[in-house]
């Protein structure tokens, strides 16, 4: 018996004993399904340096009904994913949908009493669960639990100390201290108890581009180490703050480069901390080319994600975006009325 006929046979017998016989076929169809199974914790495939993304859902349409839009716009998922929250922002409502975009349930109507809305923004769920609010028409900050009963507010218009003028996101820190405020119009950011107390504020409430300076924030996302990322729209650029407002990284200006924005929306943070903004490049002398573009936490350039149009994968006016576990980016996208859902795929 020759010396390749004795491996063989052994192979056999390992296999045998110990059920490793796979098909071609069959280990490709594992290995596929291990990648894109939600629930899997220990994913083969590992989403933080990815460059190429596919389109795995589209939903929405425009109209007021359960799962139309009138302007789609913040995302949020609850802590174990069961809810996306999507802010319907001219339909002045907040929508639940599951991960596959079917229409759970909702709440808000226009106006401003407790639990009504006026142009809703920037929404955040916080480690407990409770839904937070950017209610910018109305200057204030509302607090819902995670069916949208109302809890609490805070606000009012104005450029004192706790008042608002336009704000436009809020974040919760992970002890479920403190609450922070992306203040747009007072070109700072807000920083509160979480029953809606004033503490201080970072910026000088004045339009600026150095260091720890503000020009229109847009958006506010916490990293895992307690630091913040801020876009703001009047520098078009990302600026990373810690907790007590010192500036640690900035990058960004106007153009279309791949660092570079032009009416830049908002930002979310993935579990690596990765950077993912839409860039809609919609202002005037802009590319008019938008996309999702990912970054890791230095601000270094990872890829740009979509084209201008209205196929699956393409954008019209990329507004705000949400991360899930898996990697897997849902973005607002606001001149198509729908949400899209892309899966990394390297």
Request: with cysteine.
């Amino acid at each position: 018996m020759g010396i390749l006929t004795i491996i063989f046979v052994t192979l056999c017998l390992l296999s045998l004993q110990y059920g490793l016989v796979y098909s071609t076929s069959s280990f490709a169809s594992a290995q596929i399904q291990a990648v894109g199974n939600s629930s899997n914790p220990t994913s083969l495939h590992s989403f933080q340096n990815s460059t190429k993304y596919e389109v795995v859902k589209v939903w929405g349409s425009k109209g007021t009904n359960d799962g139309q839009f009138k302007r789609p716009h913040d995302l949020d998922f609850s802590n174990d994913e069961k809810y996306l929250y999507s802010v319907d922002r001219d339909g002045n409502r907040i929508q639940a949908f599951d991960k596959n975009g079917k229409f759970l349930f909702k709440w808000g109507e226009l106006g401003n009493a407790s639990g009504q809305m006026h142009v809703p923004y920037g929404i955040d769920v916080d480690n407990a669960g409770y839904v937070w609010l950017a209610d910018r028409a109305n200057h204030r900050i509302q607090k819902f639990d995670s069916h949208g009963n109302f809890i609490l507010k805070f606000g009012t218009k104005g450029n004192g100390p706790g008042q608002f003028d336009n704000p436009r996101h809020v974040v919760v820190d992970k002890e479920l201290k403190y609450v922070y405020v992306a203040d747009s119009k007072n070109n700072r950011i807000q920083k509160f108890f979480t029953n809606g107390t004033y503490v201080t504020s970072f910026g000088n409430g004045k339009p600026g581009s150095k260091p720890g300076e503000f020009n229109l924030p847009t958006t506010i996302d916490i990293d895992s180490n307690g630091d913040f990322y801020v876009t703001e729209r009047g520098n078009e650029r990302v600026q990373k703050i810690d907790s007590t407002g010192k500036p640690l990284l900035m990058w960004g200006s106007l153009g279309s480069g791949n660092s570079q924005f032009c009416h830049m929306e908002h930002l979310a943070l993935d579990k690596f901390d990765n950077v993912y903004v839409n860039d809609p490049q919609s202002d005037p002398g802009c590319s008019m080319q938008p996309s999702i573009k990912k970054f890791d936490k230095f601000g270094h350039f990872i890829t740009k994600i979509g084209t201008f149009g209205k196929e699956p994968g393409q954008l019209i006016d990329p507004e705000h975006l949400a991360i899930d576990s898996d990697g897997n980016i849902y973005v607002s996208d606001r001149g198509n009325n729908r949400i899209q859902v892309l899966k990394p795929i390297d």
